[in-house]
Nanobody
Framework: QVQLVESGGRLVQAGASLKLSCAASGRTFSTSAMGWFRQAPGKEREFVAGITWSGVNTYYADSVKGRFTISRDNAKNTMYLQMNSLKREDTAVYYC??????????????????WGQGTQVTVSS
């Protein structure tokens, strides 16, 4: 079993920066690829960023590329999402997730088997 707890979400103005954290416990964090997803009201959950177990390789949705940075600290069992130049359209509940062993992509919700409860990010203009 894996437990994931996101934190750091809050109300910010457009153009601001915010850093989300995802604290993990249970299955060995340091050997698990991870991802961030988000879900806005009335929309499907969408991929934001992914990271390999080592942190060497990262992947981003086009909508956040150049503004968001995913990282991890395996010694702290924590993953991060640094979000810069936030836009109103970034408003959503942000979820962290553990990628399934054997998954072939990072971009689908079906590639992940454990999810946190989410943290709300609201960007006002």
């Amino acid at each position: 079993q894996v437990q994931l707890v996101e934190s750091g979400g809050r109300l910010v103005q457009a153009g601001a920066s915010l850093k989300l954290s995802c604290a993990a416990s249970g299955r060995t964090f340091s050997t698990s690829a991870m991802g961030w997803f988000r879900q806005a009201p009335g929309k499907e959950r969408e991929f934001v960023a992914g990271i390999t177990w080592s942190g060497v390789n990262t992947y981003y949705a086009d909508s956040v590329k150049g503004r968001f940075t995913i990282s991890r600290d395996n010694a702290k069992n924590t993953m991060y999402l640094q979000m810069n130049s936030l836009k109103r359209e970034d408003t959503a509940v942000y979820y962290c997730a553990v990628r399934k062993i054997g998954s072939t992509t990072y971009f689908r919700t079906g590639d992940y088997d454990y999810w946190g409860q989410g943290t709300q990010v609201t960007v006002s203009s």
